[in-house]
């Protein structure tokens, strides 16, 4: 699978013994949330059976590959009569530090380490969000599908920094928006209990109070059914990449470069070389091997994963 960057352009290539029916390979572009993000659209063809397609900025100036996590391309042809599709899958993904920024505090270690940098920044960015239990990753116009609660405020798994469209009972024949961000006569929810750190983004959403004070109060409930299924479409995840994280991944960067924590990367606090004796903590899962990094991302922890032995 490949790593790709974030806000830049990706080209695929499907390569097939043949050409296909009409020489037409159709693609279409899938986020793992389900959403269809491009397509279909149809490949270019520069050769004998080998058919391309590139993600770059659209007409607006935005990039496709504008949001974080997996994407799956199909491509889709007919050979003798038959329908074939093809996936491939890509990882876009949001780096944490820049090669610029790191090699300006620590020129000396870009003769050696600068080819290898994006593969180490990729480590280190995981190292984290292990660490902390979540990305910082935008995820924008994203659908996300979700059983009610009974309760007035619904939970959302990731945050949430501009709320679209809520649809409920989807897929049943009661399905109706119960909010729209462009409809004014629809715009019934709001954000709450905004996150820190993350210009007021959130986890929850609610009716709002003059939706439930107001004459048409009767058509709504003042919670999440939970029997009902309801569809959230929304901006998620981070618009940014926190200073505190951008900071840790230096100082962990700079310790694989280093090899400066070969013992704390396995959980060692005691070696002692007169005779072999190594020690390790219980809670060695604690930690991203680094106490300054890990003093640095406390803010942004989720959870910190725990050894069961």
Same mark, same amino acid.
């Given at each position: 699978?490949?790593?790709?960057?974030?806000? &830049?352009?990706?080209? !695929?290539?499907?390569? !097939?013994?043949?050409?296909?029916?009409?020489?037409?390979?159709?693609?279409?572009?899938? %986020? *793992?949330?389900?959403?269809?993000?491009?397509?279909?659209?149809?490949?270019?063809?520069?050769?004998?059976?080998?058919?391309?397609? &590139?993600?770059? #900025?659209?007409?607006?100036?935005i990039y496709v590959l504008n949001s974080g996590g997996?994407?799956?391309?199909?491509?889709? /042809?007919?050979?003798?009569?038959?329908?074939?599709?093809?996936?491939?899958? $890509?990882?876009?993904?949001?780096?944490? $530090?820049?090669?610029?920024?790191?090699?300006?505090? /620590?020129? *000396?270690?870009?003769?050696?380490?600068?080819?290898?940098?994006?593969?180490?920044?990729?480590?280190?960015?995981?190292?984290?969000?292990?660490?902390?239990? #979540? &990305?910082?990753?935008?995820?924008?116009?994203?659908?996300?599908? !979700?059983?009610?609660?009974?309760? @007035?405020?619904? %939970?959302?798994?990731?945050?949430?920094?501009?709320? @679209?469209?809520?649809?409920?009972?989807?897929? !049943?024949?009661?399905?109706?928006?119960? %909010?729209?961000?462009?409809?004014?006569?629809?715009?019934?929810?709001?954000?709450?209990?905004? #996150?820190?750190?993350?210009?007021?983004?959130?986890?929850?959403?609610?009716?709002?109070?003059?939706?439930?004070?107001?004459?048409?109060?009767?058509? =709504?409930?003042?919670?999440?059914?939970?029997?009902?299924?309801?569809?959230?479409?929304?901006?998620?995840?981070?618009?940014?990449?926190?200073?505190?994280?951008? #900071?840790?991944?230096?100082?962990?960067?700079?310790?694989?470069?280093?090899?400066?924590?070969? =013992?704390?990367? %396995?959980?060692?606090?005691?070696?002692?070389?007169? $005779?072999?004796?190594?020690? &390790?903590?219980?809670?060695? /899962?604690?930690?991203?091997?680094?106490?300054?990094?890990?003093?640095?991302?406390?803010? /942004?922890?989720?959870?910190?994963?725990?050894?069961?032995?």
């Amino acid at each position: 699978m490949d790593e790709v960057k974030i806000n &830049t352009s990706k080209t !695929l290539t499907l390569t !097939l013994p043949s050409d296909p029916a009409s020489n037409t390979v159709s693609v279409s572009l899938y %986020h *793992e949330f389900g959403d269809l993000v491009s397509g279909p659209t149809n490949a270019t063809r520069t050769g004998t059976g080998v058919y391309t397609i &590139t993600y770059g #900025q659209k007409a607006s100036g935005i990039y496709v590959l504008n949001s974080g996590g997996k994407h799956r391309a199909d491509f889709t /042809y007919t050979i003798g009569g038959v329908s074939y599709t093809q996936s491939q899958i $890509i990882n876009v993904y949001s780096p944490y $530090i820049a090669y610029d920024e790191f090699f300006e505090d /620590y020129p *000396e270690l870009e003769d050696s380490f600068g080819s290898n940098f994006d593969k180490m920044e990729r480590q280190v960015r995981n190292i984290i969000n292990t660490f902390v239990g #979540q &990305t910082f990753d935008p995820y924008y116009d994203k659908t996300i599908f !979700l059983e009610g609660n009974n309760r @007035k405020a619904l %939970h959302l798994p990731l945050p949430i920094f501009t709320l @679209k469209v809520v649809i409920k009972d989807v897929g !049943l024949d009661e399905q109706t928006t119960i %909010h729209d961000s462009t409809d004014s006569d629809l715009n019934n929810l709001e954000k709450v209990r905004s #996150q820190p750190f993350n210009f007021n983004s959130s986890y929850f959403i609610k009716w709002r109070s003059s939706v439930l004070d107001s004459l048409n109060a009767f058509l =709504y409930t003042n919670n999440f059914s939970a029997v009902t299924t309801y569809s959230v479409k929304a901006d998620y995840g981070w618009q940014y990449v926190p200073e505190n994280v951008k #900071q840790a991944s230096s100082l962990l960067l700079a310790d694989l470069m280093n090899d400066d924590s070969t =013992y704390r990367r %396995h959980g060692f606090f005691s070696v002692d070389l007169d $005779i072999v004796k190594l020690q &390790t903590k219980q809670s060695f /899962y604690e930690s991203t091997g680094n106490i300054d990094a890990d003093t640095l991302l406390m803010d /942004y922890t989720l959870f910190i994963m725990d050894y069961i032995g």
